[in-house]
């Protein structure tokens, strides 16, 4: 298994329904900065008329994880389905994986007194099958999945689209896939000129040559 999401972001409305489904769900913390997911807005213009792009963001689950690699006592760890986790009871508040995090996706939970990020809601996968923020979008911006799994619905629209990640020169191989939006002009003004636009093939081909490394 190794557990994945891809994100339509052009159908983002940025309703929040994702966010307070989050905080629902995962009993997190209430305040606008303890946020497990949120959505960036960045706004500009392009041929004199304004613009402004959603991108639903969060914990990238990483293949090749910062977070972890510096955590001095384990409490950041690589879970079942590669999925990345906080153990409350080991961490000690170094912040050394919110330093290290390309993506910004942690924060300090006051209530537990340990750093809290996205889990890809683990604890309801087997049962429900899907994140809690899948299942409340209205307008279908997120589908999570299994890379793993040829038949998952993940596999098959990866397969079907062209699409990035967030700042790949990282190095960690993230696992949140923003799909490429069909219409032009929203391409030009939410992609910039030097974004790697991946499709299956190279996707597959980037994740052997990481686990192999890593292997």
């Known amino acids: 298994m190794n557990y994945a999401m891809a994100l339509d972001y052009q159908n983002c409305i ?6 307070t489904a989050c905080k629902e769900e995962n009993g997190v913390q209430l305040g606008v900065n303890k946020q497990r997911i949120w959505v960036g807005i960045v706004e500009g213009t392009i041929f004199g ?9 969060q914990c ?16 950041s760890h690589y879970a079942p389905g590669g999925i990345v986790k906080v153990d409350a009871h080991k961490c000690i508040l170094c912040k050394g994986c919110m330093e290290a995090c390309p993506y910004d996706a942690r924060f300090v ?7 809290d990020k996205c889990t890809f809601c683990d604890h309801r996968i ?4 899907t994140t809690a923020c899948q299942e409340t979008c209205p307008t279908k911006v997120r589908t999570f999945g299994d890379l ?5 619905d993940l ?61």
């Open 14 to 19: 940025n309703c929040k329904a994702c966010e």
């Open 49 to 57: 008329k304004p613009y402004a792009n959603f991108y639903p963001a």
């Open 60 to 75: 990238n689950h990483c293949i090749d994880a910062p977070c972890v690699s510096v955590c001095p006592t384990n409490a």
């Open 109 to 115: 939970d006051d209530t537990t007194v340990a750093v």
């Open 126 to 129: 087997e049962e429900r099958g």
């Open 148 to 152: 793993d799994d040829p038949n998952s």
């Open 155 to 215: 596999v098959k629209l990866l397969k079907t689209k062209r699409f990035f990640v967030q700042k790949e020169r990282s190095g960690t191989f993230p696992k949140l896939f923003y799909i490429v939006p069909n219409d032009e002009a929203y391409l030009r003004q939410s992609v910039s000129h030097d974004t790697t636009i991946h499709t299956w093939e190279s996707l597959i081909a980037s994740y052997n040559t990481v686990c192999q490394v890593k292997g």
